[in-house]
């Protein structure tokens, strides 16, 4: 690499094609994050999602101890933990956990979306209130603390102290990051000293605002005194331009019908998105969608991460390897989705030399 390129990292939603069981899915992401630690990617996360027939990415931590398993270099962690869905004690306990199991490669990235619909949050929640969102700053303070050698403190109204750990003897904390996608979360980053990843994979809009009042509003802390921040982008790479294009629509006509409301299925084989024939509304929204991606050869792709690494001046690039799969191929594993990651890195390293 040359000081110009970005390092490279994956995000993975855990796809579910037409045809694709969850243990398939998730065997063709173990594969595919075994194949980013052989490549020199700097992290893999796993995103938090549910209900969503074409997503099997629920539960982050549990995916995170399986990647440990798979691979030896690469962090690995959660791109996000949604946290209003979830007690602050039992993330960090997970987290804690995971650090012990892959000591010095766990990243925790804490998001404040639901992850699902508001029916779907309910469940998540249980019982108990509704307003957690409002609740995300202090929680977020709040695993911080638990993942500390000092712990956290309860204190009673009635007078007493109770101190609570996330591990009895920790030999190293998580990284915590903050995700988002509005302003909010990334003053919320910025105030709290914390490095801030803008989910530009998602929606686009609104990225050099953010980073703006994230870097110009940074309040340094002891573990960050720097802003520390990377961008998300949806990326396929193929052997041809033609070929990357027929792999990305299928991904493309599901985020359409996430734009669009429409009932959501398992994301479509490639002959299937060829063979829809799509309204308008749908082919517009898979237009604008198209026009923010990054589709084409390994060269093309490499150049064009390079240049938007530059462009909004971040050493780090996410990927979201959004390939989709030919009705010939395995679905225990990811061909596409490995090829993009290879024809990737393989584009880098020949440019550096």
Do not use: C
């Not at 306990?93 to 925790?108: K, N, S, T, V």
């Amino acid at each position: 690499m040359t000081a110009a390129d970005p390092a490279l990292s994956v995000l993975d939603l855990v796809p579910v094609s037409t045809g694709q069981t969850s243990a398939e899915a998730i065997s063709a992401s173990l594969s595919l994050a075994a194949a980013a630690d052989r490549l020199g990617y700097r992290r893999y996360w796993f995103a938090e999602h549910h209900n969503m027939p074409a997503v099997a990415s629920t539960t982050p931590p549990v995916l995170i101890a399986a990647a440990a398993g798979r691979t030896t270099r690469i962090r690995l962690g959660s791109g996000g933990v949604m946290l209003p869905n979830h007690s602050p004690l039992i993330v960090a306990e997970q987290f804690a956990a995971l650090e012990a199991i892959a000591p010095g490669r766990i990243d925790l990235g804490l998001g404040r979306a639901p992850g699902s619909d508001p029916v779907i949050t309910q469940l998540l929640r249980g019982s108990g209130p509704t307003s957690d969102v409002e609740q995300f700053p202090r929680h977020v303070q709040d695993i911080g603390a638990l993942l500390g050698a000092d712990g956290a403190t309860v204190r009673f109204t009635s007078g007493g102290e109770y101190t609570v750990h996330s591990t009895p003897a920790a030999s190293g904390v998580p990284e915590v990051w903050l995700l988002g996608s509005s302003d909010y979360s990334a003053q919320l980053a910025a105030s709290h000293g914390l490095p801030y990843v803008f989910a530009n994979h998602f929606s686009g809009h609104g990225l050099e605002r953010a980073l703006d009042l994230y870097r110009t509003g940074y309040r340094p802390s002891e573990e960050h005194p720097e802003p520390r921040t990377f961008l998300t982008i949806n990326t396929v790479a193929a052997p041809t331009a033609a070929e990357a294009e027929e792999r990305a629509l299928p991904q493309l006509r599901m985020m359409a019908r996430l734009r669009l409301n429409k009932p959501l299925i398992a994301l479509e084989t490639v002959e299937e998105a060829l063979a829809a024939s799509p309204d308008d509304a749908t082919t517009q929204t898979v237009e604008a969608a198209r026009s923010r991606w990054f589709v084409g050869t390994g060269e093309s792709v490499a150049a064009e991460l390079q240049a938007f690494a530059t462009k909004y001046g971040v050493d780090e690039v996410m990927i979201s390897p959004v390939a989709g799969v030919y009705e010939s191929e395995p679905r225990d594993t990811a061909p596409g989705r490995t090829q993009t990651l290879e024809l990737i890195a393989a584009a880098q390293a020949a440019a550096a030399n």
